[in-house]
């Protein structure tokens, strides 16, 4: 009933920036907060940025703050996570998440629909 697919990943050398995009369907963005998250091998899954039902609030990790931006376009049922100044560091697969509630989250543990995610590599 849920499906949320990501894309725009793929290799980019550091300082560069590649925009990402959820397209969502059988959920209403009104209805539904989303999440993007990213896990790095050996490593945790971690909130990266999300945004509520109202698209105005938003929340970001400290490592991307200020170099990522979440948006969305209730007309094409879609999400975008902008990405700006890319390091190293950011390499990893890149999921978008939804779950049923209005807040912005970036706990994954909220979240109960996944993508199946896009790598990302940051790399000379």
């Known amino acids: 009933q849920w499906q949320l697919v990501e894309s725009g990943g793929g290799l980019v050398q550091p300082g560069g920036s590649l925009t990402l995009s959820c397209l969502v369907s059988?959920?209403?963005?009104?209805?539904?907060?989303i999440g993007w998250f990213r896990q790095a091998p050996g490593k945790e899954r971690e909130g990266v940025s999300s945004?509520?039902?109202?698209?105005?609030?938003?929340d970001y990790a400290d490592s991307v703050k200020g170099r990522f931006k979440i948006s969305r376009d209730t007309a094409k049922n879609t999400v975008y996570l902008q990405m700006y100044s890319l390091k190293p560091a950011d390499t990893a697969v890149y999921y978008c998440?939804?779950?049923?509630?209005?807040?912005?989250?970036?706990?994954?543990?909220?979240?109960?629909?996944w993508g199946q995610g896009t790598q990302v590599i940051v790399s000379s």
């Open positions: 998440a939804t779950y049923y509630g209005w807040d912005s989250s970036l706990n994954y543990r909220d979240y109960d629909y």
């Open positions: 059988g959920f209403s963005l009104d209805s539904y907060a």
């Open positions: 945004i509520d039902t109202s698209g105005t609030n938003t």
